[in-house]
């Protein structure tokens, strides 16, 4: 029986930089563009004599990149050795392996850690997938249209495309050409979730509504699995906003403290690893979360530019070099970018209250905004429920002007492309079309996919202008649900087990 488990990929409105320290807040949306993991065993039964075998066999699928990699996973220590690999190995699958297996054994009693040897002992297969926007495809577009509907006739989970630069010139090109949605982050939590769920250490929900989610302790226990597994495979102890959003969905993230993860930092290899990840599911997680979403009538929209994206380590570990170097002038500059991210943070949270109590003059007052430049916003104030509508779509967009410009002065003083020249002349013109509140270069910056939030139907007039740009509107909107069990394989809707899938009990 397969358990299929998917989780999102994500868009770092605010925060960028600031969210690696506390106490600052990101601002960060899940997407519809979601990771899924299928795990299921290798062998139909366990063999009559294999209960002596120390090893568990797993096997891993990438479909997309066409790898298939094989692994032996010592059941005694935990520690996963390769037994053969198409081409390079996957870090963060195989710290999500041997995290999830170990965290079954720090909770499990003994009758249920017997009967988890026995499962184990068939196998792990595990295949990966990714939705075809964590990737760029402009390259298979062939001459079409640079379009969503022309995006949409690719098949679903397509081969994906690797960069061809050298990644040590120009913008630290990753091997594999991504949008920034966090593929990895998704990833990760995606196989963690699909493990814990099929060998019985929590029961995820297949609900879709993240206001109606029932199963908040399961998640926590896949939240810091899976954070622990992403920071080891990255070798630090990032800021962890992404795999929160993949866990649990849109919000106002602030980050743990980085000593939660110690304890899996130093380990030495004589420790027992559920030892270890016992530590984990016991330390202070005091990261801090909170609901956060768009205000209704308003769609985000991300573009592709085409440049194949950028390292995300490389430019926050230059970020941290200037930190040092330059300590009154980073402290200023964040300082003020602190501010301008809280005064967005503000806006947008009025308006969201202003929809809730007084819709109609909200309504209107999107309807018309929508067909009409920012600089005409502020002649549609006929009424005082009207006016306060439009001040705080003007003070949103305002902020974001602050926050672009201060992240621009920090990407000059740390020799990053934050917001590259070419970003900067596409979010200006973005920034003037109709219907337009928000744009900007989520997370760190750089390469990557670029951001706008519009008002309304305006999103179409933006799509069609950025195609004449030679950028592609990708197909991700804003998708508040985080984690979720599925009921079939994405690729085939074939319904699959999920539900009743094994369990220890």
């Given at each position: ?494 319904i699959t087990s999920a539900v009743s899938a094994i369990h220890i009990d």
């Open positions: 029986m397969a358990v299929v488990a998917s989780a999102p990929g994500k868009v770092l409105m605010t925060g960028g930089y600031l969210v690696l320290e506390r106490p600052n807040a990101g601002l960060v949306l899940s997407t519809n563009a979601r990771f899924y993991a299928i795990v299921k065993p290798i062998y139909p039964e366990t063999k009559p004599d294999s209960w002596a075998w120390a090893w568990a066999d797993v096997r891993l699928t990438s479909p997309q990149l066409s790898r298939e990699a094989l692994y032996k996973l010592a059941l005694k220590n935990l520690t996963i050795q390769t037994v053969s690999s198409s081409e390079t190995r996957n870090p963060f699958v195989e710290y999500a392996v041997q995290y999830s297996v170990a965290a079954a054994y720090a909770t499990f009693d003994q009758n249920k850690k017997d009967v988890l040897h026995k499962l184990l002992l068939q196998g792990l297969d595990i295949t990966i997938l990714g939705s075809n926007d964590f990737y760029s495809y402009r390259n298979e577009r062939c001459g079409l249209p640079l379009t969503p509907e022309s995006l949409a006739t690719l098949p679903p989970f397509a081969s994906i495309s690797f960069n061809t630069d050298d990644a040590n010139e120009g913008n630290c090109k990753p091997e594999v050409a991504k949008t920034g949605l966090g593929s990895s982050a998704a990833m990760t939590t995606a196989v963690v979730a699909s493990l814990l769920h099929y060998l019985g250490v929590v029961k995820i929900s297949a609900s879709k509504d993240h206001q109606d989610r029932k199963d908040i302790a399961d998640l926590d226990m896949v939240h810091k699995i899976a954070q622990t597994a992403h920071c080891i495979a990255q070798g630090k102890v990032g800021s962890g906003f992404d795999v929160s959003s993949a866990v649990y969905g849109s919000q106002r993230y602030v980050r743990f403290s980085p000593e939660v993860i110690s304890s899996t930092q130093v380990a030495a290899t004589a420790v027992h690893l559920p030892e270890v990840i016992i530590d984990i599911l016991k330390g202070n997680w005091d990261h801090d979360r909170t609901e956060f979403s768009l205000p209704p009538l308003m769609t985000l929209v991300l573009g592709e530019p085409g440049t194949g994206g950028s390292s995300t380590p490389s430019m926050v570990g230059a970020v941290k070099k200037w930190q040092k170097s330059d300590p009154q002038r980073a402290l200023e500059t964040w300082r003020r970018l602190s501010e301008a991210n809280s005064a967005l943070e503000t806006q947008l949270n009025l308006l969201r209250k202003l929809a809730k109590e007084q819709w109609d003059a909200y309504k209107s007052v999107i309807d018309i905004c929508s067909i009409l430049r920012s600089d005409k916003w502020i002649e549609q104030a006929s009424e005082p429920n009207k006016e306060a509508v439009i001040k705080a779509l003007i003070g949103s967009k305002e902020a974001m002007v602050g926050i672009r410009y201060h992240m621009r002065l920090m990407g000059e003083a740390a020799g990053v492309p934050i917001e590259p020249e070419s970003q900067t002349q596409l979010l200006d013109a973005t920034m003037n079309l109709e219907g337009v509140l928000l744009t900007g270069v989520p997370g760190a910056g750089g390469f990557d996919a670029v951001f706008a939030v519009t008002l309304g139907d305006s999103n179409s007039n933006l799509t069609k202008t950025w195609s004449s740009l030679n950028v592609l509107a990708m197909l991700v909107k804003e998708d508040p649900c985080g984690v979720s069990l599925e009921s079939a394989d994405p690729r085939t809707n074939e």
